[in-house]
């Protein structure tokens, strides 16, 4: 894995925005710091192959680094992605700070917290929890092989004409083997939607995932947008 200066790492973690500081995740770097082990997490499996890796990351590799470190970080806690959930559709009413106030009296991992933000996100996560577990699973024992599939699946859909910048995100590549994926508006995230047996120029057929309303044909929409500071 090519190395990448600091300043060409994740701007800033969503955990650290949103609700309490994350676990570091750099895309493209070697300093990737190994997921939590605490009970409840994933666990130790045999290594997965790069090809088995691709198509796990497949649905994800696209979203803001931000976003894609609390994705892979609460994938290590599917029991608390499906416990965040439901706490969801409990307390529908609850928005902005409040629902920050109540979800950070959960026991949850921070990152799992983050996602709350992000209801399409978690929600995804949750309705796909056989996924969600093996994606954990391979970022906990595997976390540098992880990182390079989404570099890999990002340089695909680079080069298949689907990835570039939008109103929405800025894409970059501070180095040949690095694509970076920002917000346009730092204060302001969309979730990209996409189907990812198609997004990439190859067919990836993600095991235990089913892609639902995602955007048609080999295009990326963007969903609903969460403005950072009206839940800080």
């Not at 770097?29 to 997965?48: C, F």
């Not at 680094?65 to 609460?74: E, F, K, N, T």
């Not at 983050?114 to 595997?142: C, D, I, K, R």
Request: glycine content about 8%.
């Amino acid at each position: 894995m090519v190395e990448m200066k600091a300043k060409n790492c994740l701007v800033v973690a969503l955990a650290a925005v949103l609700i309490v500081g994350p676990k570091p995740v750099l895309l493209g770097s070697q300093a990737t710091e190994p997921p939590s082990t605490s009970t409840g997490g994933a666990t130790d499996a045999a290594p997965l192959t790069a090809k088995q890796i691709q198509p796990l990351v497949a649905p994800i590799a696209l979203y803001p680094d931000q976003l894609v470190a609390q994705v892979l970080s609460g994938a290590t806690f599917p029991n608390q992605i499906a416990l965040a959930e439901n706490f969801l559709e409990q307390h529908q009413s609850l928005k902005g700070k409040d629902l920050v106030k109540e979800v950070n009296k959960e026991s949850w991992d921070s990152s799992v917290k983050a996602l709350t933000a992000f209801p399409s996100v978690l929600g995804n996560m949750a309705n796909n929890l056989s996924w969600t577990s093996s994606l954990g699973e391979a970022y906990h024992n595997q976390p540098a092989a992880v990182m390079e599939a989404v570099q890999t699946l990002r340089a695909q859909a680079k080069a298949a004409g689907h990835l570039k910048s939008t109103p929405q995100i800025v894409v970059t590549e501070p180095t040949p083997q690095t694509i970076v994926i920002a917000p346009a508006n730092p204060a302001i995230v969309y979730v990209p939607e996409y189907n990812p047996a198609v997004i990439y120029g190859v067919p990836y057929v993600v095991p235990g995932y089913t892609a639902g309303d995602v955007a048609a044909g080999a295009v990326i929409g963007f969903g609903g947008r969460v403005a950072l500071g009206a839940i800080t």
